[in-house]
């Protein structure tokens, strides 16, 4: 297939990203000054992408999730150092793997997640529209009072249920791995304020081994949005480098929830709906 211009028009993708889950890639909002009469016509002529199968992985289900005129990343279960993984591969592409959950704000608890990265994307900033691509993501979108939404993310809003049947999420938390930003930096999507990004993993030293962390997901939301979270509605996960035109690999391992009350267990089940 052959890959697509960089400069492709905004809401092309948000015709699928926005409505599930958001893309890192930042095409959940209008640029500045584009027109909605105009960006709808581009999302409605825009080539539907090919049906992926989905992934079994982690005792769930995980639904490919492909951007239209984007090349789609790659994912398949393997076993890497002797765990279960999804691996991801990326070559000048974007797509997502997701899975609808449910978690009201009273059960978010801390969620344990791991991934390994081969090699960064030498040219990625993900505080630029143009660059804004990583190896990993691990995406969590919450529900939210709506009516806050600026008249920008209104509108993209908007033009997302008009076109896919369902909003855009009315926050989104990615847990990212960053060229240069240090750990604990929260980064706002360029082109949208739902979209914010935290920083666990930073630079070159960490590659080629597996990373395992715990994170307070309340606690992550709150200083990432400055308000206590809604209910999680939505887990993904994403490699993309689609901005750049790079190629990258990584492996995910399993999403593991602990309730509040198990927050100290070593072990705990797979994140359920």
Same mark, same amino acid.
């Given at each position: ?96 793997? $997701? ?48 009516? $806050? ?25 990615? *847990?990212?791995?960053?060229? &240069? ?12 304020? &739902? ?25 992550? *939301? ?52």
């Amino acid at each position: 297939m052959p890959k697509p211009p960089a400069s492709l028009p905004l809401y092309a993708a948000l015709v699928a990203a926005a409505a599930l889950l958001l893309s890192g890639c930042a095409v959940l909002a209008p640029a500045d000054g584009a027109d909605d009469s105009a960006a709808a016509d581009t999302a409605r002529q825009a080539p539907a992408p090919v049906r992926a199968a989905p992934v079994r992985a982690f005792g769930d289900t995980w639904s490919p999730q492909l951007l239209p005129t984007k090349v789609a990343t790659t994912y398949r279960v393997q076993q890497h150092a002797g765990r279960e993984a999804i691996a991801a591969t990326a070559n000048g592409s974007a797509s997502l793997l $997701r899975r609808q959950v449910r978690i009201e704000p009273a059960g978010l608890g801390r969620l344990q997640l791991s991934w390994m990265v081969e090699q960064l994307i030498a040219d990625a900033d993900m505080a630029a529209r143009d660059r804004d691509d990583s190896p990993v993501r691990v995406v969590l979108a919450f529900e939210g009072d709506r009516s $806050r939404f600026s008249a920008r993310d209104a509108a993209a809003s908007e033009l997302s249920q008009l076109l896919t049947g369902e909003p855009l999420p009315y926050a989104t938390l990615m *847990y990212v791995w960053c060229n &240069r930003r240090p750990a604990g930096t929260v980064i706002e999507n360029p082109r949208t304020s &739902r979209i914010r990004k935290l920083v666990l993993e930073s630079g070159a030293g960490a590659l080629g081994r597996w990373r395992d962390y715990e994170r307070d997901v309340r606690a992550d *939301y709150e200083r990432a949005f400055g308000e206590p979270p809604g209910a999680l509605v939505g887990v993904a996960l994403m490699t993309d480098a689609d901005n750049t035109r790079a190629q990258v690999r990584a492996w995910y391992g399993a999403l593991r929830w602990l309730p509040p009350e198990a927050a100290q267990s070593p072990a705990a089940p797979a994140v359920q709906p």
